[in-house]
């Protein structure tokens, strides 16, 4: 629960064990993460060698492929001085018939304090959470919430835009299959934006509006109010079927190029979780270029995820306490 208005929200006063998507989240708890994460950031600027989970064990499962997200999430635990524990499904017990639930209870046995699970299967992380008594962190499930992108994304921006008050952030592209949307959408919302998902009607969700967005299906009409454009990529391999013409058809209409740059607001920021598919959501040019937050969206989220860890890590401190 968050804290009361009376009682505002700090470190010490953080009651979650888990991580297992933004929708629950309150406002004040999501702005916890962001300024945690700002804290984070500033003390790895200045170098200071930090020791806040020494003695926590944190085990990355990830049963889906991950280059960026996996690294991260290690290298966040380590610049914390946590012990990590990296796996794989191939080549594991899973891929001799253990169940997903026996895998994780065999890597707790082992002393883990706090999981990080990417499962193909919406709802995993939160199955894993009934069975085990270590922390869960949720790093992408199925088409659910990916939600310490959702925080990057989100902190990425408040470092630009300051407040999200008066401020409209479109999300473009595959928002049927983008658990990244979803993340985007509960962040973005709570924290007062305006928030456009803009596709073609087959990658739009019905009922979608329920969650607080205003719905676009050209790309054109809603370029000169967007202050932020998250361009999600096109999640081929969760599709089942065609849901346009042809990818240059795709790339025409809702494609990131230095047309639609220019007649943007000068200072549009230009977000894309990657990987990108260049010449697809965004040309080079412009993936390369001065509004681009690309690569700080790399960066981010390595504060962002040393801010989720240490949260859970002390809740899971506080809980073996009382005891």
């Not at 806040?52 to 492929?65: I, Q, T």
Request: glycine letters at 8%; hydrophobic letters at 40%.
């Amino acid at each position: 629960m968050a804290a009361t208005n009376s009682e505002p929200l700090t470190i010490e006063r953080w009651q979650r064990r888990h991580l297992l998507g933004l929708q629950d989240l309150q406002r004040d708890e999501i702005e916890l993460i962001l300024d945690h994460a700002a804290e984070f950031k500033k003390l790895q600027q200045s170098r200071v060698k930090l020791d806040h989970l020494r003695g926590v064990v944190v085990a990355n499962l990830f049963f889906e492929p991950s280059t960026r997200t996996r690294t991260s999430f290690s290298l966040a635990a380590k610049r914390l001085g946590a012990d990590t524990v990296d796996f794989t499904a191939s080549g594991s017990s899973v891929s001799k018939g253990e169940t997903f639930i026996d895998t994780a209870l065999t890597i707790e046995a082992m002393g883990v304090d706090l999981v990080v699970i990417r499962h193909s299967s919406p709802g995993a992380p939160e199955m894993l959470s009934r069975h085990v008594k270590c922390g869960i962190l949720n790093a992408g499930d199925g088409t659910h919430e990916h939600p310490t992108q959702g925080l990057l994304d989100a902190f990425t921006m408040r470092e630009k835009l300051g407040s999200f008050e008066g401020k409209t952030v479109t999300l473009v592209g595959d928002i049927k299959h983008s658990r990244v949307a979803r993340s985007n959408i509960w962040a973005l919302t709570k924290l007062g934006a305006k928030v456009i998902v803009c596709g073609p009607a087959t990658l739009i969700p019905p009922g979608v509006e329920r969650l607080g967005v205003t719905v676009a299906h050209r790309f054109d009409d809603v370029l000169q109010e967007s202050d932020a454009i998250n361009l999600l990529r096109v999640q081929f391999e969760r599709q089942r079927g065609a849901f346009f013409p042809s990818i240059a058809e795709y790339a025409h209409l809702f494609g990131m190029n230095g047309d639609r740059l220019r007649r943007a607001k000068p200072n549009v920021l230009i977000l894309a979780p990657g990987p990108i598919n260049r010449g697809v959501e965004i040309t080079p040019d412009v993936a390369d270029g001065p509004n681009s937050q690309i690569l700080q969206q790399v960066s981010n989220g390595l504060f962002v995820r040393m801010a989720c860890l240490h949260l859970l890590a002390r809740r899971q401190q506080q809980l073996q306490e009382a005891r």
